[in-house]
């Protein structure tokens, strides 16, 4: 049996016009897509009569990729999706972390997305036209305490700062 793929594909800030061809190219070519079930209603009209999507609900990222290795062992192309770019909290360091972890050999491929802050910029301007940071609020998986010191840093260095899951039902 063949080896499938997965593809780590970004979705972008939450427009079909923000999705990048080469993301809308890999979603028309896999036989299994997996992502957060709200996120199916934008690439809905690009998904092939005979692929199977795999839903699911927030924080059930690991299960998500948990799925995406099973499938691809089978030989299936498999993307995986998560809004804005995959890379800044999304699903492709949890890919690779879990490939490390399996000793997978299965093959995995990037695709960036347009993340939610270079959406916001380009509506308000040039924002971050010289250097900046992206900071999460989230303390799901950083302590509180590193995320306080990283806003104290970026605050004395003059950072624009984008923020991250500012609010969360357990945080407000």
């Known amino acids: 049996m063949s ?3 997965i593809i780590v594909a970004g979705i972008g800030p939450g427009s079909e016009q923000d999705i990048t061809p080469a993301v809308l190219s890999a979603i028309r070519q896999s036989d299994v897509i997996v992502g957060y079930k709200y996120y199916f209603r ?3 009209s690009v998904i092939h009569p005979g692929a199977v999507f ?3 609900g927030m924080k059930r990222e690991k299960a998500r990729a948990e799925e995406a290795y099973n499938y691809a062992a089978e030989g ?3 993307t995986v999706i998560s809004s804005g770019d995959v890379g800044i909290y999304g699903m492709a360091p949890l890919i690779y ?3 490390k972890e399996k000793g997978s050999d299965i093959s995995i491929v990037v695709l960036p997305g347009i993340s ?3 959406k916001a910029a380009s509506l308000l ?3 971050v036209g010289h250097d900046f940071c992206v900071i999460s609020l989230s303390d799901l998986m950083t302590p509180w305490e590193q995320i306080e010191k990283r806003i104290k840093a970026a605050a004395s260095a003059d ?3 984008a923020v991250y899951n500012p609010k969360s039902e357990g945080r407000y």
């Open 3 to 5: 080896i499938g793929k």
């Open 42 to 44: 934008f690439i809905e």
């Open 54 to 56: 795999i839903d699911s």
């Open 76 to 78: 299936k192309t498999v």
């Open 97 to 99: 972390e879990m490939k």
């Open 116 to 118: 939610a802050f270079q």
């Open 125 to 127: 301007g040039a924002p």
């Open 159 to 161: 950072f624009i700062t």
